[in-house]
Every structure is written in structure tokens, then in C-alpha cells.
């Protein structure tokens, strides 16, 4: 993840325990049948407005057709040392994110697992002062800011949480953080972690703990690694670099593989064609592999700013070329987007929300998407 987005950050939920801030009718039917859990499809959701101030959607991932999407991942929230955790720019709860948490409650009723990460790029969130405070010297550091965490991921339903770590935290630390979250939300909620892939070969890392050791201690609790195949930390131009990960004891259908969506997003882009090549030999050597993740959802290629989904559509094809999949919109989800859709954009980005707004249209045509 990384990079020079400092702005938006999300999350996600899933489960009847999922609460939003206004009236939620039930949503939409689920896919006919769930999608087997591998290969997965994994999608990053970061940059949640664009540059007018309007949500982006996300739905397209599950209305747009031949979309295997798995997982969907809200982020970045972070913790602020002294303050309380934000996503991107502001708290979870802001009017600013009513769109984000409405639609996610879709997604999930999909099918698709929506899950949280904390960490990326902005530092704080894994410091000794925060959740990497000593075990045993002073927990009431570890208890304050863990419990912001935990109280975001019940309030929104999340079904799961990536751990990216991109600072330096000790081994005791990432293995109490993983065990507490097993403890509190229990094996049907997903914990997964975003390591840099040389990171799983004993090569260049940026958590400072030694993965294989976390595997050996705590691996049960964890789902899988969205490894980052990018940015000078290993390649899919070649199988090489998850060749030297497997070839390092690591089992490949828990490794996934993360890629940049598009070459504004990082370093080493590569082309679908040889994403599909590369792809088909890992999956012809070891039987199956963990999935693909994409960094990030609103730019990626080749659709860009303007149809985001084409990414996703193309990474189905190469993970699933047989497969059609297909999502239940009714009326009365759709109504319930719009008025979130509303709330985020009048409370998010207006002060003292008056009746000249009450006409404002959203600029995802929702009733467009009623197929029920
Ligand atoms: C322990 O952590 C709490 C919460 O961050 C802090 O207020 C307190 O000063 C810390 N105590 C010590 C001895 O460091
Ligand atoms: C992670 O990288 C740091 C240097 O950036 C190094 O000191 C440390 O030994 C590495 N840890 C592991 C487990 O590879
Ligand atoms: C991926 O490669 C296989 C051959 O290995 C080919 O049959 C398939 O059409 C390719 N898929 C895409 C989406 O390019
Ligand atoms: C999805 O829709 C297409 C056409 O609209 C249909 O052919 C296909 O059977 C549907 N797939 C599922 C899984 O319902």
C-alpha cells in the first residue's frame, strides 16, 4: 500500500451485527450460490471521494457483470496517538463515510467479505506509545487504542481485518495484536496481513518482525497474506519471486498475490497478458494459489477514474474464466443508497445542510441498478 495517499481511508463490515447511523431496510438477495472461497479476488478501497467531494462507488464490483470479487477492504484507518482512530481523514462514524458503510452493508449481503485495515503508509498506528506498547510494562496503552479498534470493527460489522505494517514492531507485539483479535472476534472473522513479498522470503522488510516466526507462533489465526508483489519488493513479470516465497516454506493458497492496479499507483506494473501468464504457471506448478489483491480500487486500469470495475473483470478472467456472477438490486436498496448517498455528500461536505440541497441527485444512478 504505502504511497502518497494520505487522504481518504476506509473500512468495512459485514453481518447482522452491522449498524449504520440511519434506517437500513434489508438489502439484496445473496448470489445464488457463494462463491468458493479460492481463488480470492481482494480489492483495497482507499480513495473514497472524488476530486467535486462525491463518494465513489463501489458497487459496480458486484452489480457490473463477471466480477469474482471475495474480499473488499476499507482503508486506512489509523490510530492517532492521544486522539481517537480515523479513517483516512476523519473518524468512521463522520456523515462524510454514510455512503461507504450503506454500501458496504450491500456488498457483504453479496457475499463478499468486508474487511477493515489498519496501518499502510502513515506512521503511529503500531508504535510502542500505541499497539505495539511492551507487553506486560504498560497495557493500559495496548487496552486503550486496541478497544478503539475492536469497538470500529463491531460497530460496523467488519468481517475481517488486514494488519499493514509498514513500521517497525516487535514479534511479541504482531502475535498479541493477531491472538486478541482471534480471542475477541473468533475464526469466522478474517485476519490477514499485507507483507512487502520479500518480506516472506527473508529479503528486504518493512514490519521489522520475522513473518515465518508469526506463521510458526500464530499462523491458525490468520487467513492470509496480501503480499505485495510491487514497488521493488518482488515482481509477477516472472514466477520468481512466489516461486522463492513457496520455495521458503510457505504454503501458496495462503499467499495472494498484490499487484498495482495501475502504474500511477506504484512501481513494477504489469500487464494483464503477463499477469495472466505468469498467473497460469504458478497455478499449473503448485495446483492453486492464494488469489490476486489489487492497490486500489478508484484508478485502476483499464478503465481508470471512470469505470474502476474493468480491473476486476480482467483479474476474473484469469482466476476464473468459467464463471458468471451476478447481484440482486431492489428497489429498496437502491432507495437506501440514494439517501445515503445524500447524507454523505450534504453532511460530509456541507455545513448546515439546507432545503435548496434536498433536490441534489446522486451521480450513481442507483434505480439504474434495480434488477428485483
Ligand atoms: C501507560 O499508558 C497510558 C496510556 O497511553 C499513559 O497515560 C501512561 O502515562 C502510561 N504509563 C507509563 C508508566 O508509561
Ligand atoms: C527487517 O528489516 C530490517 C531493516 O530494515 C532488519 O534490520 C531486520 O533484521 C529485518 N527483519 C527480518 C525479520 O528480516
Ligand atoms: C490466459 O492465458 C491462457 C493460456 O495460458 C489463455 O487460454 C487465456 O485466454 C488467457 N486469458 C486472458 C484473460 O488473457
Ligand atoms: C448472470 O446474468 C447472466 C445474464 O444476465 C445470466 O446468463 C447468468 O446465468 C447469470 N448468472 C448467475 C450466476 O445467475
Redesign the pocket.
Known amino acids: 500500500m504505502r504511497l502518497q495517499y494520505a487522504w481518504f481511508t476506509l473500512l468495512h463490515f459485514l453481518s447482522p451485527s452491522f449498524s449504520l447511523p440511519l434506517q437500513v431496510p434489508p438489502t439484496t438477495s445473496p448470489r445464488s450460490s457463494p462463491l468458493p472461497d479460492l481463488p480470492r479476488l481482494v480489492i483495497y478501497y482507499q480513495t473514497t471521494h472524488d476530486s467535486l467531494g462525491n463518494p465513489i462507488s463501489m458497487l459496480p464490483l458486484v452489480t457490473e457483470k463477471n466480477i469474482a470479487l471475495t474480499h473488499l477492504i476499507i482503508c486506512s484507518l489509523h490510530i492517532n496517538p492521544g486522539s481517537t482512530i480515523h479513517l483516512n481523514d476523519h473518524p468512521p462514524s463522520d456523515p462524510h463515510f454514510t455512503t461507504l458503510w450503506a454500501e458496504a452493508r450491500v456488498l457483504a449481503d453479496a457475499g463478499v467479505r468486508v474487511m477493515g485495515m489498519i496501518g499502510g503508509a502513515a506512521p503511529g498506528s503500531f508504535t510502542a506509545?500505541t499497539l505495539d506498547?511492551p507487553p506486560g510494562s504498560?497495557s493500559?496503552?495496548f487496552e486503550?487504542y486496541y478497544g478503539q479498534l475492536r469497538d470500529v470493527i463491531r460497530t460496523y460489522g467488519l468481517g475481517g481485518l488486514d494488519l499493514d505494517v509498514e513500521q517497525s514492531m516487535s514479534q511479541a507485539g504482531i502475535t498479541r495484536l493477531v491472538e486478541r483479535l482471534y480471542a475477541d472476534f473468533g475464526p469466522g472473522f478474517v485476519v490477514t496481513l499485507a507483507p512487502v513479498a520479500s518480506a516472506l522470503e527473508n529479503g528486504g522488510n518493512l514490519s521489522g518482525f520475522d513473518y515465518g516466526d508469526l506463521e510458526a507462533a500464530a499462523g491458525d489465526e490468520i487467513g492470509f497474506y496480501n503480499a505485495q508483489f510491487y514497488n521493488g519488493f518482488g515482481s509477477m513479470a516472472s514466477t520468481a519471486a512466489f516461486d522463492g516465497v513457496v520455495a521458503n516454506g510457505w504454503e501458496a493458497e495462503k499467499i495472494v498475490v498484490g499487484q498495482i492496479t495501475t502504474p500511477d499507483n506504484g512501481g513494477q506494473y504489469v500487464s494483464f497478458d503477463v499477469l495472466n501468464r505468469t498467473i497460469g504457471e504458478l497455478r499449473g506448478r503448485y495446483g492453486e494459489i492464494g488469489g490476486i489483491m489489487g492497490w486500489e480500487y478508484f484508478n485502476s486500469q483499464p478503465g481508470g477514474t471512470a469505470e474502476p470495475w474493468e480491473w476486476a473483470q480482467r483479474m476474473t478472467e484469469i482466476l476464473r474464466p468459467e464463471g458468471t456472477f451476478n447481484l440482486t438490486v431492489t428497489r429498496e436498496t437502491a432507495e437506501m443508497l440514494e439517501g445515503a448517498w445524500r447524507r454523505s455528500v450534504l453532511g460530509g461536505s456541507v455545513q448546515g445542510v439546507g432545503g435548496q440541497y434536498t433536490g441534489v441527485l446522486p451521480d450513481v444512478d442507483y434505480m439504474a441498478m434495480v434488477n428485483s
Open positions: 506509545q506498547a504498560n493500559t496503552a486503550h
